[in-house]
């Protein structure tokens, strides 16, 4: 019994032990599927996309295309910006024959590509490596290439720019990869490029394509259309570099505006660069300053000042100020007139403008005060983005405080303590020229203009456009003139600010526009820093502007002189300009001539020689006269002439 009772234990012990290291052995199992199932799981949920990305590695390729980029165009359709066909070479060494013998072939068909610099190039490299980028190529040259195992070729389209530094600034540039960096090629970058098509191929193991698929229905590249023409462009931007070189000055700024839409018929500064080695430039030259850098813009703000006053029922147009002999003590600060031989006592508004009379600007403030002041400014966009369509505009500097001192008020009345940029100065005065309505400037080409703010009353832009008128005509923009029409300008000879809080050098400007012409334009110029005795805005700056008016103006029509016709000037060569009657005249002794459609010169000369007393108003052409032409003459007859811009259809 007993030994019966011990074989029944051992058994018992034995299946207890067997039992235990089957369990053992199915836990163990079961710890292991755990961790393949848990790995499963990790593979196949957390590191799915490593993955798949992986495989597409082995077996699938894609890479991006890009339409060729959009053209950008002036507004006459003259090309500014295109393309031209270059090529890009790269090299994958690993699928060279012969290495050396590959570069030699390959130097000898592009012969500015050294051997010695290709060896370097290449050295301790057998993966994708960069031979040459957007190279222009013959069509034998491109087939040589494509026969050397190793090498690959591709055709890269290149932005070109044909008028080299015109509008350089503008336009901008772009890098190797066709991507807009500056201007209107960086603003309008998406535009221009278009979408990329996503071109997927897969490969088998040798790397070879085995199927293709192309991404359709993209949006296509479109081209740009600039407000910019291209002639008026040339012609700004040679008078300004003439300027600038003559009197030795840092730099300088142009602006041509239509009024009528806020269209940017040219913009430049110089120096300027060419875009199509732009790396070959300075930083400084290849940005458009005319709209980033602001500057104390002195004088042509007086005109604001004026506006203010007009528009607040402050003063007229033939109010009086008492310009103190060319002093006034504000605080402990002396104001004083910019040409210090001036010492002007009674002075109309009108006159404060012809002369441009700190005293008599900062005494209209002073009635004015500062809050009336500031409307005006901020009416007029100052301290404000305009919003045209380039990377990098300013907004200017303009106080915002709700009132200031009397010294700082004195000084903005007349342009000092304002920072403007040179587009800002353009379209508030393109605001008075087209009957006080303020337009966003903007470079593209438009058939149907944004809707203007009114900004001034008409009759306030009517008065405003006389007084500058009367500046040009009798006072400090005498050089802006321009035979046979009515110009409105102001001139400007700003102070330039130091660093440390003083000033030193000037900035001469000129601002202005045709009044009672078909042809709508405002054209604003400075130059920074000329060197020498001359930097006045009449000397200096009013030059330029004649210059550019003059192309707008006489561009379609060559004008001559209107005179009496020499015997050896023939009838047809004198046929040029067309109004009320022909500039040749007849006339018998004894008898008034007919003196219509005759300039000042001319009368005189006509006068002069029939011994006549004239009385003259107005200026331009002559329009009427008393008494009638053929009236007979005694000794006591005086004619009186009447003078207006003529109107040129």
Known sequence: MQNNSLSKMELNGNYSKEKKRIVFIFILFLFFFLIVLFKAFYIQVFNNDKLIEYSKKQTLRYYKVYPNRGNIYDRNGNPL???????????????????????????????????????????????????????????????????????????????????KELLAQTLGFVGLDNVGLSGVEYIFDKELRGEEKIVKYLRDAKGRPIKIEVEKDKKSSQDVNLSIDKDLQAISEKALREAVNFYKAEKGGVGVIDPQTGEILAIANYPSFDPNNFRKSKAKDRKLSFISDPFEPGSVSKIFTVASALEFKIAKSDTNYYCERGQLKIGNHIINEAEASKKNEWLSVSEIIEYSSNIGTTKIAFDLTFPRLKKTLLDFNFGQKTGIEIPGESRGIFDADENVSPLKLSNISFGQGIATTGLQVLAAYAAIANGGIYYQPTLLKTDSPKKGIRVLSHETSEELVKMLVGAVENGTGKNAKIPYFKIAGKTSTAQKPTKEGGYKGYIPGFVGFPVGSNKHFVVYVYIDGPQGRDYYGNTVAAPVFKKIAEYILYKEKDLHQLSIRPENISKGNMDLVKIKESSTRFYSRGEVPNFIGLDKVSTARLAQKLKLKINEQGIGVVTGQNPLPKTKLNNDTVVNLIYSPPNYE
């Open 81 to 163: 910006a295109i393309n031209t066909q270059t090529y890009s070479i790269f090299a994958i060494p690993k699928y060279f024959e012969d290495k050396n013998q590959t570069l030699e072939k390959f130097s000898k068909i592009v012969p500015k590509y050294k051997l010695w610099k290709l060896k370097k190039k290449l050295k301790n490299r057998d993966r994708y490596t960069w031979i040459a980028r957007k190279i222009v190529l013959k069509d034998d040259q491109v087939e040589a290439i494509k026969k050397l195992r190793g090498l690959y070729i591709e055709a890269v389209p290149k932005r070109f720019y044909p008028n």
